[in-house]
């Protein structure tokens, strides 16, 4: 589309400027007092101007891949140097098109230079005056770097095929297990046991699916069904009582402090979610008679304030490898003990999305059998004048994990 919308802007350039050197001719031969027309040279002055600001490349050649103008936009892709063209891939078009006098388009990839990565661009060989016999004798470019719509379309074919991957699991086992109950007819006990394991995968195949929702409305950046001033000591306190029963079973005391009279923006029910599935994540991978934190504090400067919630455990930690990918969907620290569990890989991943529609942050801080420490930052609506607030109750929670 990039191209096609270049060839238009080219286009109504070029019919835009004769259009004006027309009319202002016409209005000199009928007009008592003419006004001064737009020479050819002043026309040509007026294109060049307007392809050195356009954001896309432009580059016109001459039959022997000469240079003969390139716009700004085109050298900072690194599409020309010494006044030829610099890739090779893009060498290919222009011959073609030139001995061709065809029109083409095609996507080329830019090898990568030291530091930087390849880039992929879109570009459409136009020829220019064409001869006789068919050739060019001097041929346009117009170039538009696609990378990150590349990159896009490699992100949702890897979503697509985890999406794949992790529903085959559950509604292959919810087939066996069928067949199994089916073959146990006369079998209470067994059939019993097939049911109650059917019931467990059926779970995780909702969660999985209700977890897909939620992610795919906070990338798509919807507005926030409730934007609402919201205060820090009650999104901790429910995100607490969510987990007080899986807290309880491991048995894991869960402490909180902070958070009195400070209030954020947004959506209530996402806050308390996201919290929840830190602390849910910080008790399954804890060992029992251990202690997960909840914490929140004051931070930034005096004209904007911020408020730090921490959720710190003492579990098995995150080693120095994994930390930087926790946060991408379908990825596990532990893969058997998320499955084990009805993890679905992509908690964090809703965390991310929801600090980054509340403008806010998630990071990440572990060592190797030591413990973790999640922390989300949220801009502040208001906060306690005294450094030193009242804390909510200590609280014993618990909850199945996901990572």
């Not at 538009?144 to 794949?164: E, G, K, W, Y």
């Not at 779970?203 to 990338?219: D, K």
């Not at 991978?285 to 921490?310: D, H, L, Q």
Request: aromatic fraction near 2%; hydrophobic fraction near 45%; glycine fraction near 10%.
């Amino acid at each position: 589309m990039a191209d096609v919308w270049l060839i238009g802007i080219a286009a109504g350039l070029i019919v835009g400027v004769l259009g004006g050197i027309w009319w202002a001719r016409s209005q000199a031969s009928t007009d008592e007092s003419p006004a001064p027309a737009v020479g050819p040279g002043e026309a040509a002055e007026l294109a060049g101007s307007v392809i050195e600001q356009l954001s896309s490349g432009v580059v016109i050649l001459d039959r022997s891949e000469n240079i003969l103008l390139s716009n700004p936009a085109a050298r900072l892709l690194g599409t020309v140097a010494d006044g030829r063209l610099a890739a090779g891939s893009l060498q290919t078009v222009a011959a073609h098109s030139l001995a061709t006098g065809e029109a083409i388009r095609d996507e080329v990839v830019l090898t990568a230079r030291p530091g930087r990565d390849s880039v992929w661009i879109s570009v459409s060989a136009i020829p220019l005056r064409a001869d006789a016999r068919g050739r060019a004798s001097a041929l346009a470019l117009l170039i538009d770097d696609v990378t990150d719509a590349r990159r896009l379309d490699a992100v949702r074919r890897d979503f697509v095929a985890n999406v794949s991957h992790e529903l085959k699991t559950p509604v292959g086992a919810l087939t066996l297990l069928a067949e199994a109950i089916e073959g146990a007819a006369g079998d209470p006990d067994a059939v019993h046991r097939f049911a109650s394991r059917m019931q467990k995968e059926g779970s995780r195949l909702g969660r999985l699916i209700g977890e897909l929702t939620v992610l795919s409305r906070l990338e798509g950046a919807e507005p926030l069904p409730d934007a609402v001033h919201v205060s820090v000591a009650k999104v901790m306190g429910e995100a607490i009582s969510t987990n007080a029963l899986a807290a309880e079973k491991a048995g894991i005391s869960v402490v909180s402090s902070g958070g009195m009279g400070m209030t954020v923006a947004g959506s209530e029910t996402q806050l308390v979610s996201a919290l929840a599935n830190l602390i849910e994540n910080a008790i399954q991978y804890s060992p029992s008679g251990t202690r997960v934190a909840i914490t929140a504090r004051r931070t930034g400067p005096a004209e904007a304030p911020t408020v730090e919630i921490a959720v710190t455990d003492q579990g098995i930690g995150i080693s120095e490898a994994d930390l930087p990918r926790v946060f991408e969907r379908f990825f596990r620290v532990d893969e058997a003990r998320s499955r084990a569990t009805g993890g679905t890989g992509l908690g964090l991943a809703i965390v991310k999305h929801t600090m980054a529609n509340h403008c806010g942050s998630v990071a990440a801080w572990s060592v190797p059998s030591a413990g973790s420490t999640f922390t989300l930052t949220l801009p502040l609506v208001s906060a306690p004048t005294s450094a030193t607030a009242p804390n909510p109750a200590t609280t014993s929670v618990v909850t199945e994990g996901i990572r």
